[in-house]
């Protein structure tokens, strides 16, 4: 054994009981940004599944997940969206018991859904932020029409309520070093940022727990 694969596991602790120490400083809403290709692979699914049980040991609530879909052909896509929804529903099924997720397909629809308690993982496979606020407004629309409110009392909340993810993430994690998409555009505007050079396929444990505690070295500013 040489001494770098003996100095991980060292490394590793340390970075546990470092997070552990600081604890109230973890994020509670962690969003992810991965491409089709990251999850084709069944190994690359299952290292998500160790992901989202690493982020919850850390005490993080939820975990929002943006798959970008890159391919035009729409029958493609609609393949590759079914072939990814089924993977995550078996990987998902598999995580402790109160973990709740649901996962989006392109247009919106909800394609699973399992309630939880303690734990969700929301997913959203080839769904943008332009498209989810599209969606939000075209409900504002729908609101007025019925009658069920006025123009002048829309307001940022109403437009948050059709929102697909309400929450604001704490921070956005982007693997292989990567410019943001437009995933969660609305809610993202004052998270944190964080982009790794390591490919999806190649994360681990302590890349994780490195986001985890760079966060809790942060200073929020939210905008000021």
């Known amino acids: 054994m040489n001494l770098l694969s003996f100095s991980y596991p060292v490394y590793e ?19 992810v940004i991965l491409k089709e290709t990251d999850l ?9 599944q160790l992901a989202l049980l690493e982020f919850r040991k850390f005490k993080v609530d939820l975990v929002s997940i943006y798959v970008d879909i890159l391919k ?9 969206v079914s072939g990814i929804a089924s993977r995550l ?16 397909g392109q ?23 332009r498209e989810e606020i599209t969606r939000a407004v075209l409900e504002v629309l729908k609101d007025v029409k019925q009658g069920s409110v006025r123009p002048e009392e829309i307001d940022e909340t109403h437009l948050e309520s059709c929102l697909l993810v309400k929450q604001e993430p704490d921070i956005m994690i982007r693997s292989g070093g990567q410019k943001l998409s437009d995933f969660l555009v609305w809610q993202s505007v004052y998270s944190e940022l964080y982009f790794t050079d390591v490919n999806w396929k190649k994360v681990r444990k302590i890349d994780l727990q490195r986001v985890i ?8 500013r939210y905008g000021r």
């Open 13 to 31: 602790r340390y970075l546990t009981w470092q997070i552990s120490k600081y604890i109230s400083k973890a994020p509670k809403h962690v969003a």
């Open 40 to 48: 084709l692979d069944t190994k690359n699914v299952e290292k998500l």
């Open 72 to 80: 035009d052909d729409t029958a493609l896509k609609t393949e590759i």
């Open 89 to 104: 529903e078996e990987s998902f099924s598999k995580l402790p018991h109160g973990t709740g997720y649901e996962i989006y």
């Open 107 to 129: 247009e919106g629809e909800v394609t699973t859904r399992c309630e939880g308690k303690d734990f969700f993982v929301y997913v959203s496979l080839g769904l943008g932020g």
């Open 213 to 220: 505690r760079d966060y809790q070295k942060r200073q929020r």
